[in-house]
């Protein structure tokens, strides 16, 4: 029988080390689009049934880049995920690569 992503659901995910301190700093948090209700309930149910794929992009100090939403459904779930260091980002330089990293998912977007 041929099995679907959608038919997996992991098995009480939990972690296997202790969650990594990260910092949600406002001016970077304000930059990228908020999620209403509904895409944040969306967003949790898709973690809560395949877990995070995607990495949380984060500088040096832990500080979130990308991936805000996702730390906090996993933070409040104790699911596991997985992190993204970029490194050798000045604060003014993290603030772009903030923009940057959203334009490009948007482009990504409106290309499917």
Not at 66 to 86: A, M, S, V, W
Request: glycine share 4%.
């Amino acid at each position: 029988m041929t099995k679907f992503a959608s038919d997996v659901q992991l098995k009480n995910p939990t972690l296997k080390e202790p969650m990594p301190k990260l910092f949600i700093r406002k001016e970077f948090r304000d930059l990228l689009p908020k999620k209403n209700r509904e895409e944040y309930k969306a967003l949790e149910a898709d973690i809560l049934h395949f877990g995070c794929q995607q990495p949380i992009l984060v500088t040096e100090d832990g500080t979130i880049l990308d991936g805000h939403y996702r730390y906090e459904i996993c933070k409040k779930h104790n699911y596991p995920f997985k992190t993204q260091k970029l490194d050798g980002f000045d604060r003014s330089e993290a603030v772009l690569e903030a923009v940057w990293l959203d334009y490009e998912k948007t482009l990504d977007e409106l290309e499917m």
